[in-house]
């Protein structure tokens, strides 16, 4: 099994729908990231979660939403999907002072 | 804002040759540095990370070099395989702190020519 596995791996929705991206992980990390990348550009920082009771927006957080259910659970959700949020979605976790482990990516496209 | 970028956003080399990747970044407090590798449909991949009090790391066909006087990071791939072909992205952060998030760069598309 994945060290960090994301759900669902492809996904379209139409425009002003709700959409979750969940990610769980299994490497015992206590922080966890979401990230968004557009083509031809880096990852840019969606939220960011150090422990269970703490979030933090990156940033471009606007449009979206997280909750961290338990240390090895953080989701994303769009509230109200629009086109421009049409990207490949990326979870991390890591650990203080050692790089990410990435998942594989949800690929999700607002029509 | 600070921010980490790629000099070359697309390489591309012939099988068999070296390959030399180049990044500037721009926080001097940054002492921590990653590069990675991304495949098509697939998430970013550790390959290798470097910290401020060394100028040179070697992995297995891979060597990164950090010049702090000129905020340069390289990422090195001998005897590149086809196998290599991919995005790679370097990131940095300062792991000193509590805010410890990692700034990446655009990325080199690294295209192998058989």
């Known amino acids: 099994d994945a060290d960090v596995t994301q759900t669902p791996r492809n996904r379209i929705t139409k425009t002003g729908k709700r959409i979750m991206l969940e990610c769980s992980q299994t490497k015992g990390h206590d922080r966890m990231y979401w990230y968004r990348q557009d083509p031809g550009l880096g990852l840019q920082l969606i939220y960011y979660?150090?422990?269970?009771?703490?979030?933090n927006k990156g940033e471009i957080s606007d449009g979206y939403s997280v909750s961290r259910q338990a240390q090895a659970k953080f989701s994303l959700s769009l509230e109200s999907a629009i086109p421009n949020q049409t990207a490949l979605y990326f979870c991390a976790t890591s650990d203080p002072g050692d790089g990410y482990t990435f998942g594989s990516g949800t690929r999700l496209t607002v029509v | 804002g600070e921010s980490v970028g790629l000099h070359l956003p697309t390489l591309s080399v012939q099988e068999g040759d070296n390959s030399i990747i180049n990044c500037a970044y721009s926080n001097s407090a940054s002492d921590y540095f990653i590069w990675y590798k991304q495949e098509s449909g697939k998430g970013p991949q550790f390959i290798i990370d470097i910290r401020s009090n060394m100028d040179k790391r070697q992995g297995q066909r891979v060597t990164v070099l950090l010049n702090k006087t000129v905020k340069h990071l390289s990422l090195q791939i001998a005897a590149t395989q086809p196998g290599d072909s991919a995005v790679y992205f370097c990131?940095?952060?300062?792991?000193?702190?509590?805010?410890?998030?990692?700034?990446f760069g655009k990325g080199t598309l690294l295209t192998v020519n058989p």
């Open positions: 979660s150090f422990d269970v009771k703490d979030i």
């Open positions: 990131a940095e952060t300062f792991s000193g702190g509590s805010n410890y998030k990692l700034t």
